[in-house]
């Protein structure tokens, strides 16, 4: 059993490796393996998209890596091979973004992402830190996982979902902001889970031993 954490040069992949190696070990769920070989994306059982920073250089970076994104997509779309975006790497699910200029996405979930606007002006924007979660639909990673816990966020902008059956959680921050998005065999954090403590590694662990 081989997990794949894409390496594209946009993310922290240190401490996203660390956790998946530790919870993989605990859980007997097989190697962990940060690659930007194509062929290793391709053959592997499991994909993880980390990504930090802008989403246009996010995607830029990725399809400068050539035949990175295809091979995702087709062990992903085509095989079935279940997927977790992470941050940019969930924002990139969308079908577009509108950090600085219009980016399209993969279209894997239908949807945009948009600048967090918060009612309340006292409330500081990027959304950093703790926030609550709160859960929309049931879904395997969730396993474990109540309203109330918490998850350490850090973004400016947020994934408006177009259906909402495809939004499995949000927190408030003056307003409903997109948390986990999925569908079929993919699911996207806006959160980071490799650095929100034991509710993040229950996350993890759940994606790790998830049989779609």
Known sequence: MLTAIIDYESGNLHSAQKAFERVARETGAGEVRVTSDP??????????????????????????????????EEAVIKGGRPFLGICIGMQMMATRGLEYE??????????EVVKIAPSDPA??????????????????????????????????????????????????YGGEITAIVGRDTMVGTQFHPEKSQANGLKLIANFLNWKP
């Open 102 to 111: 219009e980016t399209p996405g993969f279209d894997w979930i239908a949807g």
């Open 123 to 172: 409330l500081k924007v990027p959304h950093m830190g703790w926030n609550d979660l709160v859960i929309d639909h049931p879904h395997p990673v969730l396993d474990g996982l109540a309203t109330g816990d918490h998850a350490y966020f850090v973004h400016s902008y947020h994934f408006r979902v177009a259906d909402p059956a495809q939004r499995l959680a949000h927190c408030d």
């Open 39 to 72: 062929e290793t994306v391709r053959g592997a059982d499991r994909i993880v998209l980390p990504g930090d920073g802008a989403f246009p250089a996010c995607r830029r970076q990725l399809f400068d890596h050539r035949g990175l994104f295809e091979a995702m």
